[in-house]
């Protein structure tokens, strides 16, 4: 199975500064015959069921804010929060959907500095 | 708009056995691959199964065997049998939906909690 491992466990900001979140695949997610990364990014608030962010590494989920972004390829990518807000404090996991099993990393909580 | 509900989740004793359900509306069921997802309390997702909608699965190294998923798309339903229960079966419980095209979890239900205890 691919492992997917995240960087770091968790990580404080301050409002309006950068959030940045890692996430690496034990093997590439990179399909040649369409040159897509199979990697989506989830956000999860307490109490609540995840919410897509990013699919296929950099695609933006309609309606998620402009500040998210997603960026990397094969085995590594980031989660980029480009100006800290109140309400993006949460927990982030990526997911690989590449092979038929899919897998999590093991989240990263984001909490205000 | 696009429902999922869980449901069957309770307390249940170890080897025990329960069948989850999932039912679906707002979009066509059968045209969809779906999943189930679990999260033990504190702790990160953990993706279990996968269908798609012809009846095709795919399972997690952690549950094969025990766990069965299994859909009507006449009902509009996702199932999720699941045997010989432990005390590491004990999370919340999601249905998820993938995205028109590609395999991410788009659409996710509220989940429904098992709890295995004697």
């Known amino acids: 199975d691919i492992v997917m491992t995240q960087s770091p466990e968790s990580l404080a900001v301050s409002l309006g500064e950068r959030a940045t979140i890692n996430c690496k695949s034990s093997q590439s997610v990179l399909k040649r015959s369409n040159n897509k990364n199979y990697l989506a990014w989830y956000q999860q608030k307490p109490g609540q069921p995840p919410k897509l962010l990013i699919y296929w590494a950099s695609t933006r989920e309609s309606g998620v804010p402009e500040r998210f972004s997603g960026s990397g390829s094969g085995t590594d990518f980031t989660l980029t929060i480009s100006s800290l807000q109140a309400e993006d404090v949460a927990v982030y996991y990526c997911q690989q959907y590449y092979s038929t099993v899919y897998t999590f990393g093991q989240g990263t909580k984001l909490e205000i500095k | 708009e696009v429902l999922l509900v869980e449901s069957g989740g309770g307390l249940v004793q170890p080897g025990g056995s329960l069948r989850l359900s999932c039912a679906a509306s707002?979009?066509?069921?059968?045209?969809?691959?779906m999943n189930w997802v679990r999260q033990a309390p504190g702790k990160g997702l953990e993706w279990l199964s996968y269908?798609?909608?012809?009846?095709?699965?795919y399972y997690a190294d952690s549950v094969k065997g025990r766990f069965t998923i299994s859909r009507d798309n006449a009902k509009n339903s996702l199932y999720l049998q699941i045997n010989s229960l432990r005390a590491e079966d004990t999370a919340v419980y999601f249905c998820?939906?993938?995205?028109?095209?590609?395999?991410?979890?788009?659409?996710w239900g509220q989940g429904t909690l098992v709890t295995v205890s004697s």
């Open positions: 269908i798609s909608g012809s009846g095709g699965s």
């Open positions: 707002g979009f066509t069921f059968g045209s969809y691959s």
């Open positions: 998820v939906r993938e995205g028109d095209g590609g395999s991410y979890s788009v659409y």
